[in-house]
């Protein structure tokens, strides 16, 4: 695998296949690093997820996670 980041001068570029892969199926993609920088998720918190799930599927998971923890004090 040959992986590079390059900044063109002009809007071609030319590549250079290494003999392994020549007749193979390849895939070439290219992208703004900057663009892929102004896209990183936000963080969320908790008050994000509100209301997805019912009052009682919560109420489960925090039983759960209740005995789980009596559990570690064992």
Same mark, same amino acid.
């Given at each position: 695998?040959?992986?590079?980041?390059?900044t063109?001068s002009?809007?071609d570029?030319?590549?250079?296949i290494? +003999?392994q892969?020549?007749?193979? +199926?390849?895939?070439?993609?290219?992208?703004a690093?900057d663009?892929?920088? &102004? +896209?990183l998720?936000v963080k +969320?918190?908790?008050s994000?997820f509100?209301?997805?799930i &019912?009052?009682e599927?919560?109420?489960?998971?925090?039983?759960?996670v209740d005995?789980?923890? &009596?559990?570690?004090d064992?």
């Open positions: 695998m040959v992986r590079t980041i390059i063109p002009g809007t570029v030319h590549l250079a290494e +003999k892969y020549v007749g193979r +199926k390849i895939e070439i993609t290219y992208l690093l663009e892929l920088e &102004s +896209k998720p +969320k918190t908790m994000d509100w209301n997805t &019912s009052d599927t919560a109420q489960k998971l925090h039983d759960n005995k789980m923890r &009596s559990e570690w064992i």
